[in-house]
């Protein structure tokens, strides 16, 4: 197994998760949109159903921040806000349906990172979201 603190190692750890960046960018400007705005998508897209709080920590950020974030998705209809049956103050966010979507369909195939959730992950009546599909 290599020395995770050999430099070259290190340093190519750094290449590869700049250039992952790089080209999350890119799929996202060609949407229209920022990489916090697609990264919102694709956490949504593999677990529907989660709260602001908990796609905050997900993606490191301040729930304020993935407030506005979805805001903006919000209003491109790309997200919607769903009241949480079990706790009127939680908001759960979901993809919206496919036909009122504004995005262009070949967004759902941009990415080949993002495949269905696995049963464990979907959200069914009366069961939370499960952090270990995210």
């Known amino acids: 197994m290599p020395d995770l603190h050999e430099p070259n190692l290190l340093i190519l750890l750094n290449d590869v998760a700049r250039l992952i ?3 999350a960018d890119r799929r996202a400007r060609a949407h229209g949109m920022t990489r916090a705005q697609w990264m919102i998508l694709v956490r949504l897209r593999r677990c529907g159903g989660m709260t602001q709080r908990e796609l905050a920590e997900i993606l490191e950020v301040e729930p304020i921040t993935v ?11 790309l997200v919607e806000r769903r009241a949480d049956p079990a706790d009127r103050r939680v908001w ?21 990172s993002m495949p269905k959730p696995p049963p464990a992950c979907r959200p069914s009546a009366g069961r939370r ?3 270990r599909c995210c």
Request: net charge positive.
């Open 21 to 23: 960046r790089t080209q």
């Open 67 to 77: 407030g506005r974030l979805v805001d903006r998705l919000a209003a491109r209809k």
């Open 92 to 112: 759960r966010l979901h993809l919206t349906p496919p036909p009122t979507r504004s995005w262009p369909k070949s967004t759902g195939s941009a990415s080949p």
């Open 129 to 131: 979201w499960s952090r």
